[in-house]
């Protein structure tokens, strides 16, 4: 006698839809809202397949939500490696963005999703050795706006120069140092808006340069003579650093603008 065939199993948004009852966009909006489990473990994918013996359930908390566009703002360790691709792999984005790594001052009061990890945008990404501010978002908008050369965004550096021989006590050279920082740099046959540079200690500097593209501050630093040892990104228009360790991240707030 043969057996009876298993059923095949089937989508859980369908699942879920006929269970509740409600509509498949429903079901969908619930199960990418981290409000589902199978056999008591969270499913974020309303296309994972479910058998009939399995328990489908969903929060008693849950509630239809529209699943807006995230933006990140995290403070990269210097020395931590970058992925070659854009949108970052959900994988490495997944290993970055850890729970444990979540700054515990969010205010935000986002759950966080596997699909807030999902095409991730790095805007004007540092090169590995740097350090500092940087934003990975998934609205295009907010994108283009920081990494468009032409922006009006500025972007605040702290940059650590290699000493050199009385470079300290020579206040000529280091005058010169800054004049030749301020002028004009060249960025595919367009001027960029000028650097404002200062020093804040002896072998330190401030650069404050409005759509600043990868590469801008070495080079401004070779041109004027000096080797920067240390690049560290301190803000983005008006989104800083403050308050957030190395290596952590947070939600960019809802009234928060670049």
């Known amino acids: 006698m043969n057996q009876a065939a298993r059923p095949e199993p089937q989508r859980l948004a369908k699942r879920l839809a006929n269970q509740l009852p409600c509509s498949r966009s429903d079901a969908e909006s619930y199960i990418a809202g981290g409000w589902v489990r199978v056999d008591g473990q969270v499913v ?39 992925p070659d691709a854009s949108p970052a792999p959900d994988a490495w984005a997944a290993g970055v963005f850890t729970a444990a790594n979540r700054f515990k001052g969010d205010r935000s009061g986002i759950r966080p999703l596997k699909m807030h990890f999902h095409k991730l945008f790095p805007a004007a990404p540092l090169e590995s050795r740097d350090s500092g501010l940087m934003v990975f978002t998934q609205n295009p908008g907010v994108a283009h706006k920081i990494s468009d050369t032409s922006s009006q965004i500025e972007h605040e550096w702290q940059v650590r120069v290699r000493g050199e021989a009385g470079l300290q006590d020579d206040a000529d050279r280091r005058d010169a140092i800054i004049k030749s920082l301020q002028k004009t740099v060249f960025f595919d046959g367009w001027a960029m808006p000028n650097a404002k540079a200062s020093w804040q200690s002896e072998l330190r500097l401030r650069l404050a340069i409005k759509g600043a593209v ?13 080797q920067a040892t240390g690049i560290h990104r301190m803000r983005l228009g008006r989104i800083g650093l403050t308050g957030l360790p190395e290596g952590e991240w947070r939600y960019l707030l809802g009234y928060e603008r670049f």
């Open 44 to 82: 974020e994918e309303p296309m994972a397949r479910v058998h009939d013996a399995q328990v489908v359930t969903l929060d008693a908390k849950a509630k239809l939500e529209s699943l807006e566009s995230v933006t990140l703002i995290w403070h990269k360790p210097s020395g931590q490696a970058m």
């Open 214 to 226: 990868t590469g801008q501050v070495p080079h401004l630093c070779k041109r004027a003579g000096v």
